[in-house]
């Protein structure tokens, strides 16, 4: 059995201790907030918190998050919404959106370490998460104005 | 009752899909359901108690439903054509509830492809808003015994003018909904004066959920007793199944049983590709089974099929005389004549979609009937091919429409959406398919591979005399017909036919290539390569001739006119040249304001940096681009700017619209930087985005600045026209910072490091 802590929630799983936390995320306890994108750690859309860290969660066996504190989107903020997507709302930076929720977790992990990251840390931090519909101009710009908010 | 009237005015082609018949009906439907009366495919609307029309219902508590009969793939057509309901009902956007259509023929065309969706249904979304509007001013009016002719509307009310009494929608909509439905011609539609959304735009109506993780794609689909399945194909087109072992596979835990699927007949088009289906208790289990498959496959004739050998086919046909698509006065005897010559190829490989999202699809076959949860832009197609596989009637097959984690043409081919629905039936129970990316990738509709051949005779100050271009490329039907070779008048018109230059000896041939791959429509479809191979030889021209290439192109865009394409085959993608004639004045203004706003000459370039131009026409809009960029002594290239000038005709949303040409500028530098699909012995070679990598942060522009012409034409498309401009732009830029022509994408093979 591994425990850990997903959003608050203490559970424990009993399947394959390998399987990814994605997987477990979405197809067991039914958090579809997190995606699948590439299944290898390249485009970020997976994105989750472990202990704080923004984490790909489809190469992270479930059992490297034993005892540890898993937070998914649908997590990110106990009420309301999180300053990085309030940002997120107010620039309009979604298109389609399915990478989204990987970009808000890895901003939002960004601006806990860094209060006023400069573009070219933005542009390292947010490296590996892919938008194919093309919106970085506009990440860029939330994660800049969610700066401004939680300063 | 129904009114079905062929709206041949508003058809439109996607490519191979006119080789499957496809007349697109302007639909007008008014559906009155008597209570208790159940439609199989039913929305709220159609439940409300006004209900004019298939797109709209109002209720009495002042819920306006509107049906978003397309898809939404990020191009927030799921927001804007309610918006236009909205608008000519006067309707409180607050107030609006959206609902997604289920396939179903009574919406019309719902293949959300070709940038059409606005043009096809805007007169459509105005009738339904507006005789809504008229049925609740006649019941208000009725109600206070006044003339209609003296009510009005306001947000959400009905006014009588000189006694200030009003009436909400909610209030009326019983009484709104006992009067007859007026004709259309009774229909009095908002002066743009009125409109209070249109032109004005809003954001997505989805936009919270999906910041919140709370929208439910394709992928997030889940019913009750769902199995999982992932799927070995054959890997080479047309493959079959010679034998193969799952023992090691079974044993995996959550694994259940495989199940072979058959290959498809004759044509692939949208049928399932057939192979192996691992079926497990989660997607993990699914995915490692399939790993523990073991099948040996019978390639069939695709085997022979490598990318390099292909290529030198593709450019051999084009050095000699193909097939006559246009011609004006006698290039050849121009030619004959000598004198200065120049010529080139250009080329660009397969292009992979690549969507976010890969392809998925949950499935449920049961007593008869197939209900489906897809992230399609074609839920009617995945009607008629589920309905074809499983040997049911079409009408027994519910499209439930998700939303799209990006499509750009992929998700309009439904063959992922068939595979559930085939396995679902022979489990016997729901069924969802989860493609990986390395399934995506080597599985694809492919943008077709394209080699073009460029010739020009330069007269006085470098302008041609005469000029001649050539494509190959296996061609869109040829995934309905594999003997189809030729490109068909749909795609040739994307930027081939059409080359909009005032030159007295023109003539545009096309040569033929067999397709090994399956060739589909990607963003901006053949557009691509026509505008690159055009755009890119026009700034050569300029430059050899020691010309400002802005300047120069102007010089061959010529005069304002209406390009005259009599005996030419040119279907102005499916509109008429009435309506949508091809305005040289139009492509001038937007390239002469672009060149305005980028500061086009005024601006010093340092050494490793430089700025290009294209101007191109494409799903009726009109678009100049200028891209500046930099090279650095490693020979990485940065896009600090982009600005980007477009005439669509009417914009309903212009926020959306910007959205799409900040995006297509990504999408774009994604095709220049790395956009490469290639085979070897019929295998396609790229997996996942470790090789065919798409752009990220740093890599796309860093500032996309974009400007809408203020125009009262009739609307035209925004998803795709921005891609095209962009590419050649982008690479004529790369020749003015380094001196390095780009006449192979990507420019990974450039050599600039
Ligand atoms: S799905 Fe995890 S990084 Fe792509
Ligand atoms: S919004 Fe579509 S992939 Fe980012």
Redesign the interface.
Known sequence: MIQLNVNGVEQSFGGEPEMPLLWYLRDVLGLTGSKFGCGIGLCGACTVHVNGQATRSCVTATRDAAGKEVTTIEGLEKSGLHPVQKAWMEINVPQCGYCQVGQIMQAAALLNGKKKPTDREIDEAMAGNICRCGTYQRIRAAIKAAAGEMT | MSAIENGSRRRFLTGGIIAAGALVLGVRYYHKLSSGDKLPHDTNADHATLHPSVYLGIDPDGTVWIVASRS?????SRTTLPLIVADELDADWKRVKIEQALGGSRYGDQNTDGSHSIRSFYDAMREAGATARFMLIQAAAQQWGVPAAECETDLHVVVHRSTKRRAGYGELATAAARLPIPKREELKLKPKSAWRYVGKGQ??Y???A????????G??A?VDGMV?ASVEHPPVLGGKVKSYDDKEALKV??VRQTVPIDPFQQAPAFQPLGGIAVIAD????A?QGRKKLNVSWDNGPNETYNSEAYKSELRATSHNPCKVVRNIGDADAVFAKGGKIYEADYYVPLLAH?????MVALAEFKGGKATLWAPTQNPQAVQDIVAKELGISKEDVICHVT??????GRKSKPDYVAEAAVLSKKVGRPVKV?W??EDDIKFDYYNAVASMYMRAALGANGKPTAWLQRSVFPPIPSIFDVNAVYGDPSHLQQGWTDVPYDLPNLRIENGPAKAHVRIGWLRSVANIYHAFGIQCFTDELAHAAGRDPLEYLLDLIGNPRAIDFKGVEYPNYGASMEAYPWETGRLRRVTEMVAGKSGWGKRKHGKGTGVGIAAHRSFLSYVATVVEVEVNDQGEVRIPRVDTVLDAGLVVNP?ATR??F??????G?SIVRSGEITATNGVIDQS???DYP?????E?????NVYIVDSDAPPAGVGEPGVPPFVAALCNAIFAATGKRVRDLPITKLGLS
């Not at chain 2, 690549?354 to 890969?358: D, I, L, N, R, W």
């Not at chain 2, 798409?694 to 740093?698: P, S, T």
């Open positions: 939404e793939m990020g191009t927030t954001v997505s989805d936009l919270e999906l910041v919140t993780g709370k929208a439910i794609y992928m997030d889940r999982y835990a959550g989660n997607t993990w289990a995915f690549a969507s976010m999202e890969p939303l799209l984690g990006g499509g750009f989860v990986t990316r926020e959205a799409q900040e995006g297509a500028a990504v999408f530098t996942n985005f470790q798409v752009a990220r942060i740093g796309a522009p860093y500032q996309t």
